[in-house]
């Protein structure tokens, strides 16, 4: 039994990588308006050295759902979105950090660790709504705040880049 | 000895505790409740959130301004976009609530009034007419004016609030300072009691120390001199003990045993009164030396009487030293040889020789008590053995007559005072002899024993506490 287990173990820590990389050198072009473009060391890419990502490719990535206060909002919201290790997994991405950029010019860097401690998501909907341009949309990067003790903290606050459209992973 | 006083000293420690705490927690409490208050801070966010839109609103002007130029490269969507979810965060609730605690809601709402009135403009018309300056412009430049109001406004409310933090900072501070002060002194006021306390505690035990001495020094010599009296009374009483035992024995033996010889010696010399005359010279020497004899027999009788009577009053002390069982039996067997004129006594040594701890003239009663009941209770022909030898940590002393032994039922009585056995008839004898005899072999630590076959004789064995080798005789032997 146990060796079984073993055995499908490292079966998925083997075909793990090898899958990814399949997946991420099949990165189609987008169709749609582009909402995020990443670049940087990644693996996955669709123009240049860059991903770009419309709505059907992000899509596809698992939803996951968060609820949480926020330090500009009153009382508690719900985001539906995906984690942000899934996307970089799906871009085969390496690396130590992601420089963030919003469109309002707002650029932050945030440890790639972060996402991996935490269910750090890329919220597209708050409230049921989906988020737009011209309140914090169409991405929002969302911590668990309220999940953990350590996030309540101005040091994270900062790293919740909303109108987010490019990431750069160094 | 110090008087010590325990309410006041405990009162005083009691308070200096209480301080301390209290001090402590109002330290502690303040530096909590600075903590909370710049966590909590969030208006400092207040100014660029409101600087963020100034910056949109000035960039939506430029990127219309361009438009209108024919700039390509211009986006005055996005910027228009931007600079309405900057709005919006400042209508959020935590922004609102802040802007409408500095009387800055109506300006805001006015501002947001004016974002409406873009976005109106905006969205309902279409193509080029979207973005015309002349339509825009009233809108916005009322929006950044109220936008600068309003930051200009939270600029001056958050210095004001720095300001006031930082004072109530510093009364904090100076509290929490006075609070240390507090605590230092408190802190020094039990040190300096606990060091009070330990030197009355030191000073008390001394005291208890030196108190428990001198009683116990009291009770010893409390102890001491009754227990001397004690023992002196116990001594005089065991002595006037002996002493009246020594009386009270040797006046029953008196009256028990005197009587006979006594009796003899009256009649006899009741008869030689009356029959004075009859008597030829011959018959008066025979009853003359008959009764010397029971005069001679009275003589050891009281001889006798007293020593079994000192036994009795314990008034007989063995002075052991080590002698040799060898050199007493030779010098007896000789004293007898002399006396009596008979040779029937034969000696036999064993090797090593036996040497005892005893003492030599009770030892020389003993065994001459032996062998003189030995020549008497046995036939004139028959030898007696005497026998010495060393037997492991006892010297031992056999006397053996080749007598008519004793019966068993009266070797177990043979010891005991006044016992006469079924072949002593005839024989003159009280029965203190042997009575004796054990009683000095016991004294010395030994014991005397009789084994005694019927027809073949009897065998009185003297056993004593061994000597060693190595040791000098004592010079009195």
């Not at chain 2, 502690?28 to 903590?35: A, K, T």
């Not at chain 2, 005893?358 to 020549?375: F, G, K, P």
């Not at chain 2, 009575?435 to 084994?451: C, M, T």
């Amino acid at each position: 039994m146990l060796i079984r287990h073993c055995l499908v173990l490292a079966t998925l820590l083997l075909s793990g990588p090898v899958l990814a990389q399949a997946d991420a050198a099949t990165l189609p072009a987008p169709e749609g308006a582009v909402k995020l473009v990443v670049s940087g060391q990644i693996a996955a890419t669709n123009r240049g050295a860059e991903a770009h990502l419309d709505l059907d490719l992000l899509e596809p990535l698992p939803g996951h759902e968060l609820t949480t206060s926020t330090s500009v909002t009153d009382g508690v919201n719900h985001f539906e979105g995906f984690l942000m290790r899934d996307l970089l997994e799906r871009l085969g991405a390496s690396g130590e950090t992601a420089i963030a950029l919003a469109l309002n010019d707002y650029v932050v860097e945030i440890p790639l660790q972060d996402f991996y401690d935490y269910d750090v998501i890329l919220a597209t909907h708050m409230d049921g709504q989906r988020l737009t341009r011209r309140d914090k949309g169409p991405l929002w990067i969302v911590y668990p705040r309220d999940d953990h003790a350590e996030l309540q903290d101005i040091r994270y606050d900062y790293r919740w880049v909303w109108q987010l459209h490019r990431l750069e992973i160094e | 000895m110090p008087r010590l006083r325990p309410f006041p000293a405990y009162l005083v420690s009691s308070l200096a505790i209480l301080a301390f705490s209290a001090f402590l927690a109002f330290a502690l409490v303040r530096l909590f409740q600075v903590e909370k208050d710049m966590r909590d801070n969030v208006d400092e966010n207040m100014l660029w959130v409101v600087t963020q839109a100034q910056v949109a609103s000035h960039r939506l002007d430029q990127a219309v301004s361009r438009r209108a130029m024919g700039h390509r490269g211009s986006d005055p969507e996005l910027r228009l976009d931007i600079l309405a979810s900057r709005l919006t965060l400042m209508d959020d609730g935590p922004q609102r609530r802040y802007l409408a605690s500095q009387g800055l809601e109506s300006p805001l709402d006015a501002a947001l009034d004016d974002l409406q009135a873009l976005l109106a403009t905006v969205d309902d018309n279409e193509g080029e007419s979207r973005f015309r300056p002349a339509t825009l412009m009233p809108h916005l430049d009322g929006l950044m004016d109220r936008l600068n109001r309003i930051a200009n406004a939270v600029m001056m409310a958050e210095w004001e609030s720095t300001g006031a933090r930082l004072d109530t900072y510093r009364s904090s501070l100076l509290q929490v300072i006075g609070s240390v002060i507090g605590i230092t002194l408190s802190g020094l006021a039990l040190m300096l009691l606990l060091i009070h306390a330990l030197g009355q505690r030191r000073i008390a035990q001394q005291a208890l120390t030196a108190h428990r001495d001198q009683l116990e020094g009291e009770i010893a010599r409390h102890t001491s001199r009754y227990k001397e009296t004690a023992d002196a009374l116990a001594s005089a009483l065991n002595r006037e003990r002996g002493v009246s035992e020594f009386y009270r024995s040797f006046a029953a033996m008196v009256s028990h045993q005197f009587r006979t010889p006594l009796a003899v010696i009256d009649s006899g010399l009741q008869r030689l009164l009356r029959r004075d005359r009859h008597f030829t010279a011959e018959q008066r020497s025979e009853r003359y030396q008959r009764l010397r004899e029971a005069v001679e027999q009275m003589t050891r009788l009281v001889e006798s009487s007293l020593t079994a009577a000192r036994l009795d009053g314990q008034q007989v002390e063995a002075n052991p030293t080590r002698h040799s069982l060898v050199s007493i039996v030779d010098h007896l067997c000789r004293l007898q040889e002399e006396a009596k004129g008979v040779a029937r006594l034969t000696t036999s040594h064993g090797s090593p020789e036996a040497l005892a701890w005893c003492d030599r003239a009770l030892t020389e009663q003993v065994l001459a008590n032996l062998i003189s009941n030995a020549l008497k209770y046995s036939p004139a022909d028959k030898p007696v053995c005497i026998t010495t030898a060393r037997e492991g940590d006892e010297a031992v002393c056999r006397v053996a007559d080749g007598g008519p032994g004793i019966p068993g039922d009266e070797q177990a009585r043979l010891f005991e005072r006044f016992f006469r056995g079924s072949n002593a008839a005839g024989k003159d004898g009280i029965g203190l002899g042997l009575n004796i005899a054990r009683h000095l072999a016991r004294i010395q630590q030994g014991d005397l024993e009789v084994s005694a076959t019927p027809g073949e004789g009897s065998v009185f064995t003297l056993r004593l506490p061994a000597a060693d080798q190595e040791e000098r005789p004592d010079a009195s032997s």
